[in-house]
Antibody
Framework: EVQLVESGGGLVQPGGSLRLSCAAAGFTFSNYWMSWVRQAPGKGLEWVANMKKDGSEKYYVDSVKGRFTISRDNARNSLFLQMNSLRVEDTAVYYC???????????????WGQGTLVTVSS | DIQMTQSPSSLSASVGDRVTITCRASQDISRYLAWFQQKPGKAPKSLISAASSLQSGVPSRFSGSGSGTYFTLTISSLQPDDFATYYCQQYNLYPLTFGGGTKVEI
C-alpha cells in the first residue's frame, strides 16, 4: 500500500522558518515526481512545488519562489519543503503527493498524504 | 496562468440523482485534466485523469468528458458516500492550477 506521511508542521511567527518532511512507503520513491500542495483553512487547493524523480527539475508557484525550497532524499524515501520568510498567508494544511508522469512530465497527484498544518501567526 | 473555473460552486442533490459539474479552462489544455474528491478533514482522492480515464477502484458511476477548454464530471446516480467537494486540475502548463471546487450537499 502506498503511504505518504507528512510531519514538521506547527505554529511559527511571520518571518520565521519551518521544514516539512514527507516519508514515503509502498512504492519505488526514486521513480516518481513528488509534490507539495496546500489548502488554506476553508479554501481550495493550491499547488506549491514539484520535483522530478532525480531532482533535475523543480517548479514553484510564484508566491513561494525564493522563499520555499523543495528537496528529496531518494535513499531515505523522503521529500522535504524548507519554508523561509513565512507569511500569514502561508497558513495552510500542506499535503505531500506523488506525481503521476505523462510523457515524462508531471501529470496529476495520486495519492496524497494526510497533511500537516502550518500556522503563521504572531 | 491558466484559470480553472468550476460551476456550480455548490449544489444540493438527493441520493439517486444524476449530477454534473463543469470545469472551464481559460485556454486550451487538450485533455490534460484531472478530477479529485475531498471529504471534510481528509486528503483529496484522485478520481479521473486525462479528462476521462477512471482511476483504479473508482466506481463506474463517475465519468469525465471534454477537451480543450470545457470539461464535465458526472455522477450517474449519487450515493451517500459521494457527498464531498470536487476539484478539477489542469496539468498542461505550469503553474499547475485547480478549480475553486464544487461542494455537493444533501
Amino acid at each position: 500500500e502506498v503511504q505518504l506521511v507528512e510531519s514538521g508542521g506547527g505554529l511559527v511567527q511571520p518571518g520565521g522558518s519551518l521544514r516539512l518532511s514527507c516519508a514515503a512507503a509502498g512504492f519505488t520513491f526514486s521513480n516518481y515526481w513528488m509534490s507539495w500542495v496546500r489548502q488554506a483553512p476553508g479554501k481550495g487547493l493550491e499547488w506549491v512545488a514539484n520535483m522530478k524523480k532525480d531532482g533535475s527539475e523543480k517548479y514553484y508557484v510564484d508566491s513561494v519562489k525564493g522563499r520555499f525550497t523543495i528537496s528529496r532524499d531518494n535513499a531515505r524515501n523522503s521529500l522535504f519543503l524548507q519554508m523561509n520568510s513565512l507569511r500569514v498567508e502561508d497558513t495552510a494544511v500542506y499535503y505531500c503527493a506523488r506525481g503521476i508522469a505523462v510523457n515524462g512530465d508531471f501529470g496529476w497527484f495520486d495519492p496524497w498524504g494526510q497533511g500537516t498544518l502550518v500556522t503563521v501567526s504572531s | 496562468d491558466i484559470q480553472m473555473t468550476q460551476s456550480p460552486s455548490s449544489l444540493s442533490a438527493s441520493v439517486g440523482d444524476r449530477v454534473t459539474i463543469t470545469c472551464r479552462a481559460s485556454q486550451d489544455i487538450s485533455r490534460y485534466l484531472a478530477w479529485f474528491q475531498q471529504k471534510p478533514g481528509k486528503a483529496p482522492k484522485s478520481l479521473i485523469s486525462a479528462a476521462s480515464s477512471l482511476q483504479s477502484g473508482v466506481p463506474s458511476r463517475f465519468s469525465g468528458s471534454g477537451s480543450g477548454t470545457y470539461f464535465t464530471l458526472t455522477i450517474s446516480s449519487l450515493q451517500p458516500d459521494d457527498f464531498a467537494t470536487y476539484y478539477c486540475q489542469q496539468y498542461n502548463l505550469y503553474p499547475l492550477t485547480f478549480g475553486g471546487g464544487t461542494k455537493v450537499e444533501i
